[in-house]
């Protein structure tokens, strides 16, 4: 049962009397738009705190828009469309102070481990026992965590609407295969990267679903490594710089994404295409100018990034 006290929504769960009283939960919520008739509850305490979760049926959401568009997921901004629009600006920045932080307090936590251990071998139990108390915890460590969590998750979700908001089709690069030498996530946090790459396909795949939107997905081999204005297996990417043959400059990540939507309509290389196969279709198209950088047909392959 539920009833609202003071302002604020209680849950009621009565249990068998010969167990006790029933168990009275007050939320934080007010109860406006909470509907838990019917609804099975998963209580999780956690920190001292209870977290009352319960399943909902999602509404269809705003209309969503009428292009086509490519996305290349990145890692100074959430997404870059094919416009060269970049969504959620802060998801790099998000990433980069919660792995410096997380690399400083790691360093300092190692050396706390030499220095109880040592007074533990020396016989000095209640110092040692007072550093592992007072200081190797990891009760902060886990509220940080969960609170840069909770904020790449708003950010990548916005950022998903921000792109439905103008797309009936949104075209990606397959999120859930593995990006080697994929230089620039190296700076951050290795299980925050994972997690992160993670909640930006759940959130793509999500908001399509809820807005009537088709996700699309394509082979990521090479979209970073080919010139978007030629189609053709050139150029060099430095960061958040393309450096075409002809000298021009353009932005990276908006040229990956020109290539992720161009690939959408190629009739060669599919999702499932290996990324060595994609690699001989590309220099097959265009042998005589790579060439000249050294990259025959036959030369030995890598795992790309996207």
């Given at each position: 049962n539920t009833e609202i006290v003071n302002g604020y929504l209680t849950i009621v769960i009565h249990i068998a009397a010969k167990y006790g009283e029933a168990i009275r939960l007050t939320t934080t919520s007010s109860g406006k738009n909470v509907k838990l008739t019917g609804s099975n509850l998963r209580i999780i305490v956690k920190d001292g705190f209870s977290e009352i979760h319960y399943a909902t049926t999602k509404g269809d959401g705003r209309p969503r828009g009428e292009k086509m568009i490519g996305i290349d997921k990145g890692y100074t901004e959430a997404f870059m469309d094919s416009e060269g629009v970049a969504h959620g600006k802060d998801f790099g920045k998000v990433m980069r102070v919660y792995s410096d932080k997380a690399s400083t307090t790691g360093k300092a936590r190692n050396k706390l481990y030499v220095l109880e251990r040592r007074h533990r071998e020396a016989g000095r139990i209640a110092k040692a026992d007072h550093i592992k108390l007072c200081n190797l915890g990891r009760i902060k460590i886990e509220r940080r965590k969960?609170?840069?969590?909770?904020?790449?998750r708003t950010i990548a979700y916005q950022s998903a609407h921000t792109i439905v908001d103008k797309a009936a089709v949104v075209v990606s690069e397959d999120l859930t295969a593995p990006m080697a030498k994929k230089q620039a996530w190296k700076q951050f946090n290795r299980r925050m990267s994972a997690w992160a790459k993670g909640v930006l396909a759940e959130a793509l795949d999500s908001v399509c679903t809820q807005r009537q939107a088709e996700h699309c997905l394509v082979a990521s081999a090479y979209t970073s490594q080919m010139d978007s204005v030629t189609g053709l297996l050139e150029g060099k990417r430095v960061g958040d710089k393309f450096y075409r043959v002809n000298g021009e400059v353009i932005q990276a990540d908006h040229n990956a994404a020109l290539n992720v939507l161009r690939r959408y309509e190629d009739a060669e290389i599919t999702r499932?295409?290996?990324y060595?196969?994609?690699r001989?279709?590309?220099l097959a198209r265009s042998p005589a100018q790579l060439s000249v950088n050294g990259h025959e047909l036959q030369a030995q392959a890598y795992q790309p990034c996207a």
């Open positions: 969960d609170r840069t969590h909770q904020r790449l499932f295409t290996p060595q196969e994609v001989r279709i590309l």
